[in-house]
Every structure is written in C-alpha cells, then in structure tokens.
Nanobody, 125 residues
C-alpha cells in the first residue's frame, strides 16, 4: 500500500517563498500523475497543480499560474511545489495526491487514488 507524506509547510510573510515536498513510499509512484490541492478553513478542497508521470505536462490553477511550479524527481519518488510571491489567500492545508492517469480529470479530487495527510501553509495578512 502506498503512502504520501508532505513536508515543507510553515509561516511565511507575504511575498515570500516556500517549497513543499511530497515523499512517496510503500510503492513506486513514478508511473502515476501527481497533484497538489489545498483546503482553507470552511472551503472546499481546491486544485492547485498537477504533473504527468514523466514531468512533461502540467496543469495549474489560474490563481497560482506564474507563481507556483510543480516538479518531480522519480528517482527520489518525490514531488515538489515551489511557491513564490505568496499571498494571504494562499493560506491553507496543502495536500499531494497520486492518480493512475494524466488528463483534465486531475482537476477533480475524486480522480486521485492516494492522498497525503497535508501540510499547513500560513501567509499572514
């Protein structure tokens, strides 16, 4: 059974940067598409970014396009989310997830087979 563990969250001032990591264990996720979602208090889980299993294709939410970059290192079984120019509205718990195919369906949480436990990102206003 596979497991995903996020790290790298924290408190950062507006305009700052963070890099989230998602380490996979228990099975290889190198052939899985990977995604990042976030959920703020009282709101639904929101798509952030997704990447194909080779890393050649990506999707981004309009709200993070140009500020966030998703990448992966299959040799390390790790996916990253580089977040720059952070804003207070980026405050949320960030989750990584794995899906067995890549496509526009990755914008929907129900398309994913595995989820991590989440890491908190806080950007004070």
């Amino acid at each position: 059974q596979g497991q995903l563990v996020e790290s790298g969250g924290g408190l950062v001032q507006a305009g700052g940067s963070l890099r989230l990591s998602c380490a996979a264990s228990g099975r290889t996720f190198s052939t899985y598409a990977m995604g990042w979602f976030r959920q703020a208090p009282g709101k639904e889980r929101e798509f952030v970014a997704a990447i194909s299993w080779r890393g050649g294709r990506t999707y981004y939410a309009d709200s993070v396009k140009g500020r966030f970059t998703i990448s992966r290192d299959n040799a390390e079984n790790t996916v990253y989310l580089q977040m720059n120019s952070l804003k207070p509205e980026d405050t949320a718990v960030y989750y990584c997830a794995a899906a067995d195919s890549f496509g526009p369906q990755l914008l929907v949480p129900t398309s994913y087979d595995y989820w991590g436990q989440g890491t908190q990102v806080t950007v004070p206003s």
